[in-house]
C-alpha cells in the first residue's frame, strides 16, 4: 500500500518520540546499547504503526505476525515501540535494566508474555524464528500470518545462523521474512575489521533467499520491499537494511564505541536537545 506523505511525517515524528524515549531509559538504567535502538527506531515504528497484523489490547491474538527479536540487546527500541503502541505504559520504560522489572537487559519472555522469545545469545533468533514458521506451513497457517525476524549484522559471525539459514532455504519458508540491521558496527569495532561479511547479499542469495537492500531510514522503500517480501513465493526473504548506528544525534552516529554503551546523564540531555528540535 502505497505510503502518503502525511502518514510518513506521522511515522517520522514517532520514530523521533522512540529515540526521546531509547535516550530516557539509558539515562535512567545507566547501562546498555545506545547505538543500534537509535538505528532501528525507523523500521520498528514502521512495524508497530503500519506493517504489523497485531493489537495491544489482544497481545495473544492466535492470527497476529509474529516479531522474533533476534539480537536481544537492542530491546530499548522495541521496549520503547511497544509501550508507545500501547502494550504497557510509557511510564514503565524507566524501570529499564532495573531489579525486579518487566524489562530486563535482554528480553525476556517470561516477564513479559507478549514477547514471541527470550533472547540473549546472538544467532538464536533465526532458528526460533524457523520454527515458528515451519510449524505455521504444517499446520496450513502460513497464508493468515508472517513471521519477521530482526538480526544483527554482527550476529552473522555466529555459526548456527549460516545452519538456520540453510534449512530456511531447504523448506522454501516464504511467510519468513528476516530484516538485517546492517549498520556495520558491532561491540568490537567495524564488523568488516572483526569478521568481513561481504559479499553479503550474494552469500544469502546463495543459500536460497530472496535478498533485497534498502535504507533502514526511508520509510516509502522499506514499505514497498517488505511488500514485494510478502507476495515471494518459494523462498524465504532478508531484508539488509542499512542503518546508521546513533541515528538522530549526530555525537553518537557510526561511532562503535556506542555500540554497548549507555550516554552520560549530560551526554543524555545533549542527545534529548537535539531530539527535542529535530523539524519535520
Known sequence: MFLPE???KELTKKANEIR???????????????????GMADIFTLFYFHILKHDPKRPDWEERDRVVLSNGHICPVLYATMAHAGYFPVEELKTLRKLGTRLQGHPHREY???????SGPLGSGLSQAIGMALADKLDKKDKNRFIYCFMSDGEMDEGNTWEAMMLAGKYKLNNLIAIVDRNNIQIEGITEDVMPLEPFHSKWKAFNWHVIEVSGHDFRFLNEV????????GKPTVIIAHTIP??????????????GKAPSEEEGKMALAELRNVRF
Do not use: C
Not at 526521546?20 to 537509535?38: D, N, W
Not at 513479559?112 to 527470550?118: I, K
Not at 517488505?226 to 513465493?233: G, N, R
Open 226 to 233: 517488505i511488500e514485494e517480501a510478502q507476495v515471494m513465493s
Open 6 to 8: 502525511e502518514k510518513i
Open 112 to 118: 513479559m508474555p507478549w514477547l514471541e522469545n527470550s
Open 20 to 38: 526521546m524515549s531509547i535516550i530516557e531509559m539509558l539515562i535512567e538504567a545507566k547501562s546498555g546499547h545506545t547505538a543500534g535502538p537509535l
Open 246 to 259: 546513533g541515528k538522530g544525534v549526530k555525537e553518537f552516529e557510526r561511532d562503535y564505541k556506542w555500540h
